[in-house]
Nanobody, 125 residues
């Protein structure tokens, strides 16, 4: 099991940037794949991006490709989501997630067992 704590959310105007952080503890961080999901109230939680444990293969949902970048710093046990050119439709609670038993399909929410508490991102038009 891994404990995850997100930070970095906030209010930003359209076109602006934010960097989310997810600090992990409880397992060897370098062996853990990690992902970001987001959820709008009343809607299902959706995949945003993921990064493998090594050597850092990344995946993105189509709507954020070219705008968001996921990265990890294994020395700091932290994964980041750099979000540029934010749009109002990016407004959501963003969650960090980790699987316990490997990762067959990084887009599949059912692959993930451990979740952070979420951080709110609000993009104004």
């Amino acid at each position: 099991q891994v404990q995850l704590v997100e930070s970095g959310g906030g209010l930003v105007q359209a076109g602006g940037s934010l960097r989310l952080s997810c600090a992990a503890s409880g397992r060897t961080f370098s062996s853990v794949a990690l992902a970001w999901f987001r959820q709008v109230s009343g809607k299902e939680r959706e995949f945003v991006s993921a990064i493998s444990w090594s050597p850092g293969t990344t995946w993105y949902t189509d709507s954020v490709k070219g705008r968001f970048t996921i990265s990890r710093d294994n020395a700091k046990n932290t994964v980041y989501l750099q979000m540029n050119n934010l749009k109002p439709e990016d407004t959501a609670v963003y969650y960090c997630a980790a699987p316990r038993y490997g990762l067959a399909d990084p887009h599949d929410i059912n692959e993930y067992d451990d979740w952070g508490q979420g951080t709110q991102v609000t993009v104004s038009s």
